[in-house]
């Protein structure tokens, strides 16, 4: 596999890794959420202010309102991480 699929193959496994712990196999919960972002993005989480950051997202990555994230919720999480993580990098 090219890095590209090989990047994708490793967001499909960590976000099933988290959401099969809990009631929908499909949907991370807030505390799968949670723990997700506390293990796999703990340095995006120590360049946080606001200690409230993990519940702020959650609320606006879960559109459809159901307590749950799906996994395209999941991906926007993840574009805005790789968009400011990018823009980090050009900024220094």
């Given amino acids: 596999m090219s890095q ?3 990047a994708i193959d490793i967001i499909i496994n960590v ?4 959401s099969i712990q809990k009631p929908h196999p499909d949907k991370l919960s807030k ?4 723990n997700l972002i506390q293990k796999e993005l703990a340095e995006f989480l120590k360049n946080q202010v606001n200690p409230l950051v993990v519940e702020e997202m959650f609320k606006q990555l879960d ?5 749950e994230l799906s996994f395209q919720e999941f991906m ?4 805005q991480v790789t968009v400011a993580t990018h ?3 050009h900024a220094q």
């Fill in 4 to 6: 590209m699929e090989n």
């Fill in 15 to 18: 976000f099933h890794q988290y």
């Fill in 31 to 34: 505390g799968e959420t949670k």
């Fill in 63 to 67: 559109q459809d309102q159901d307590k």
């Fill in 76 to 79: 926007q999480l993840v574009v």
């Fill in 87 to 89: 823009n980090n990098l």
